[in-house]
C-alpha cells in the first residue's frame, strides 16, 4: 500500500512555510491565534484560519 503524495499545488505559500505551520500546530499546545502571531514575527502574513484549514488537509 502505498501513501499518497502531498500536493501544495495551487496554494499562496511555499512548501517549507506551510510544512513549518503544520508541524507547529501539531507539535505544540498553542492556540492558533498564538500561532498566527508566532509566523506574523518572522514576516509570514497568515490568518489562524488558514493555519487550521492546513492542519486538516496537510496533518492527517
Do not use: C, D, Q
Not at 5 to 18: G, L
Amino acid at each position: 500500500m502505498s501513501t499518497p503524495t502531498i500536493s501544495y499545488k495551487n496554494h499562496r505559500f511555499p512548501p517549507h512555510i506551510i510544512a513549518h505551520a503544520v508541524w507547529l500546530y501539531f507539535r505544540f499546545p498553542l492556540s492558533l491565534r498564538l500561532m498566527e502571531e508566532m509566523l506574523l514575527e518572522r514576516g509570514i502574513v497568515v490568518s489562524y484560519e488558514t493555519i487550521r484549514r492546513w492542519g486538516r488537509k496537510f496533518g492527517a
